[in-house]
């Protein structure tokens, strides 16, 4: 409508909702070419719409105000007439007391849910584990003690599955909708694993944080040193990787850094055993050292 939501001119109105988002997905073009902006039309709330609620937009409400002051209609009277019963006549919309209604008001065939201020459709998706499941094969098992227990090694899960979503798939609600399930199974892990999280995030932290302090008291410089060596090399890190996953550093300039650094490594090596053999040489009757010194007298020194 151009206006903000939970703005100056409509404080009480926080949420949005669209009530004609697959006609705007369609007519955008972005089905074909994801690259085009979608533009979405949207109407200003005061909560999310659920099933068989009808929304309008501030003209559409003005207009609605006016037909119920004339006909002395409830706001469901004078709106079913132009939304849901518009082709029941003849001709079409016979009944309505205004046709800018149908325009300006919209119907609600969903419950919505806000995210984020967003009423988007809410999709329900539960799954039920039947009596009928149960272990099919059992196997017989003898532990430390020599006791035999019988395990199951075989398990059939039969589950119901109850899903309710809107029959006119759209993408960008589908993809929506996935990601808010996957963040409410991240949270609910969350929820359950409380403790356990707690203690590694309080407790080992502190432990280690006290540990860290102790070590300073007692060698001061072996802590300091590693600590500035220690983050240099993490800032390398995160810079090499950092330009590998932007791109400026490929694949090739890796596999050349590496086969240089093999090559030196490989002359490195062929030079200290090289070094290694030219100092044990030995002429073998005085073993005097290539030094022209003995290593066993000690006047020639």
Known sequence: EGRLCGGVDLPNKKFIAYPRADEDLILSGALNDPTVPISFFGVCVKSCPRAG????????????????ADTGLTRDQALRPCLEDWFNTFPFGANCEDHDLRKECFDTDVDTTGVFFRCL???HYEAETLPESGCTRFKNVTNSKGEVKQVCVVYKEV???TREQP????????????????????????????????????????????LYIFSLWCCVNVVVWA??????????????????????????VLDGFFASFNDFLSNAEDTLNDAAEWLDLDDGDNNTSLLGISPFNSSAL
């Open 167 to 210: 029959t006119s798939s759209n993408v960008l609600f589908d993809t929506l909708n996935s990601y808010t399930v996957l963040i409410q199974n991240y949270l609910g892990d969350l929820i359950k694993a409380a403790r356990p999280i707690l203690f590694s995030g309080i407790g080992v932290s502190t432990g280690f944080g006290l």
């Open 53 to 68: 609620d009808y929304i309008c937009t501030q003209h559409g409400d003005a207009i609605l105000e006016e037909v119920m």
């Open 121 to 123: 459709p809410k999709y």
């Open 227 to 252: 600590t500035v060596v220690l983050s240099i090399c993490m800032s390398l890190a995160l810079t090499i990787f950092c330009y590998i996953r932007a791109g400026i550093i490929t694949t090739d």
């Open 159 to 161: 589950t119901k599955i």
